[in-house]
């Protein structure tokens, strides 16, 4: 995040932020509130992130740390590109799915300097044009526009489930198993949607 977060009253000041902007979005999150939360005056945080958006800024960094080094724990295998592609949507939703702050936080950064998704786009990206390059993946596809698609279905569902499972009874019935259910069935959508054609 930052350098100046190596210290106590920062890291503190971290965890407010993140609970203040997952909880109220950027427009509705309190500088006020964040000190007091964190036990601080509020002139330490502009001291630490100067403003506001400076704040949002390094918390939403912060989590796209986390996400990359999650990332980077994916075994790398020697399959092939579409098993390769399963494993890494798979780990990268099961990873959104255990941080839903992170995810809450992401819906509020498109409307700051922010690219939160540059990195897990750039592997995906790089494993549907490999794809290609074999003849397992569609000619006809754009690599950057799936990868954002496989985001953007992963982070909709899970910023939408209570109000998908409610308008779906048969999926609302069995709560426990639906994130995995919906996490199999998504990954296997997006992987047969951008495999070749067999034959």
Do not use: C
């Amino acid at each position: 995040m930052s350098r100046k977060l190596a210290n106590d009253r920062a890291v503190r000041i971290a965890v407010a932020a993140r609970d203040e902007f997952a909880t109220r979005g950027f427009a509705g999150a309190r500088m006020d509130r964040i000190a007091a939360s964190a036990g601080v005056n509020k002139q330490l945080l502009f001291y630490y992130f100067h403003s506001k958006r400076g704040l949002f800024q390094a918390i939403l960094k912060r989590g796209e740390s986390e996400l990359e080094a999650a990332l980077a724990t994916i075994p790398v295998t020697r399959g092939r590109p579409l098993e390769r592609l399963r494993d890494v949507l798979a780990a990268l939703f099961e990873f959104l799915e255990g941080h839903p702050q992170l995810v809450a936080l992401l819906a509020h950064a498109e409307r700051l300097d922010a690219a939160p998704f540059a990195s897990p786009i750039r592997r995906l990206v790089v494993l549907l044009a490999e794809g290609q390059g074999l003849g397992h993946v569609r000619d006809d596809l754009d690599p950057h526009m799936a990868a954002a698609q496989a985001l953007v279905l992963m982070l909709g569902y899970l910023r939408l489930e209570p109000l998908i499972a409610a308008s779906a009874p048969p999926l609302g019935a069995d709560e426990q198993t639906l994130r995995v259910r919906w996490r199999h069935a998504a990954v296997d959508l997006m992987v047969s949607g951008v495999a070749a054609p067999a034959g």
